[in-house]
């Protein structure tokens, strides 16, 4: 694990183009032979509601998901066209690619190229490995420049290393944050506000990963499956992810907490049924 915290995203907001996508609810029902007792109705309302949320690995959800993280780290909700995406953004972790800013200082880069390379040894980035490892930890482009930048790009058009991008942001990220909402008791909201923490802040036990972020909300407020209401815990994670975003100036600005996810989260939106409306730096988007 390499010794410096996990960053993702733009040094700069782009002008956003908002974008929309549609998701269609699907009712749930059953024919019945007799009139239900109020016992068999508290049954049946509970089943439905059960049926109707669903958790963030659904696809539907999952879509939703990996577009608010683009609206906050590009800008836009197209966040398939942030496979080729590269840049040093000047915040100590070397370069910043792909779709989950996998970066060259912190180790998961190289992780993703070693996957990459075992599904296709003879691929455009496998001999940047040795170079990858040497400059983990770092922000040094030592090995890589001048043609890592133009390489990686070429290689974001092959389908495999699409698909390795997106086996190491479920494996390192998403599924890890899943699970622990899941394991909290949490809805679809919730578990989205872990994954964009783990993202940007990282695995790990430090004050400001996400383990660390976790641990200060849990000295604050029991999460559901402890018996405690949800919304009053997943207030105390998101100021305790504010306070860490803060403590680091790339990542001044908490909009994606303030006017994204606690603004689900104040409309009790726990399963996050479109349609959404939200802000990222002061830009609008839309998801009906």
């Given at each position: 694990m390499s010794p410096l915290p996990r960053r993702i995203g733009l040094a700069a907001a782009a002008l956003a183009v908002p974008a929309a996508l549609v998701?269609?609810?699907v009712g749930v029902g059953q024919a019945s032979d007799h009139l239900p007792s109020s016992s068999d109705a508290l049954h049946t309302h509970s089943a439905h509601k059960a049926a109707?949320?669903?958790?963030?690995?659904?696809?539907?959800?999952?879509?939703?998901?990996?577009?608010?993280?683009?609206?906050?780290?590009?800008?836009?909700l197209d966040w398939r066209a942030q496979f080729s995406y590269i840049e040093d953004i000047g915040d100590g972790?070397?370069?910043?690619?792909?779709?989950?800013?996998?970066?060259?200082?912190?180790?998961d880069m190289l992780e993703l190229v070693e996957y990459y390379t075992q599904q296709k040894p003879d691929n455009v980035l496998?001999?940047?490995?040795?170079?990858?490892?040497?400059?983990?930890?770092?922000?040094s482009h030592d090995g890589l420049d001048p043609d890592f930048t133009k390489d990686w790009k070429?290689?974001?058009?092959?389908?495999?290393?699409q698909d390795a991008q997106e086996h190491e942001r479920d494996r390192v990220y998403f599924n890890p944050a899943v699970q622990q909402g899941k394991d909290d008791g949490l809805g679809a909201l919730g578990q989205f506000i872990y994954y964009?923490?783990?993202?940007?802040?990282?695995?790990?036990?430090?004050?400001?990963?996400?383990?660390?972020?976790?641990k200060a909300a849990l000295s604050h407020a029991k999460p559901p499956a402890e018996g405690g209401d949800e919304t009053t815990y997943l207030n105390a994670f998101l100021d305790a992810r504010v306070e860490a975003m803060k403590s680091e100036e790339a990542h001044s600005d908490t909009s994606r907490v303030d006017t994204e996810?606690?603004?689900?989260?104040?409309?009790?939106?726990?399963?996050?049924?479109?349609?959404?409306?939200?802000?990222?730096?002061?830009?609008p988007y839309e998801i009906n």
């Open positions: 998701f269609t609810g109707a949320a669903s958790d963030l690995d659904d696809p539907a959800k999952k879509e939703i998901a990996m577009k608010l993280v683009s609206s906050a780290e590009n800008s836009s972790r070397g370069y910043t690619a792909g779709i989950i800013g996998f970066c060259s200082g912190t180790g496998a001999k940047y490995l040795p170079a990858l490892r040497e400059v983990d930890g770092s922000d070429k290689a974001a058009e092959d389908e495999a290393f964009d923490a783990i993202v940007m802040h990282g695995p790990g036990d430090s004050e400001y990963s996400f383990g660390g972020i976790r996810q606690r603004k689900f989260l104040n409309e009790k939106n726990f399963d996050l049924t479109p349609p959404l409306r939200w802000q990222v730096y002061g830009d």
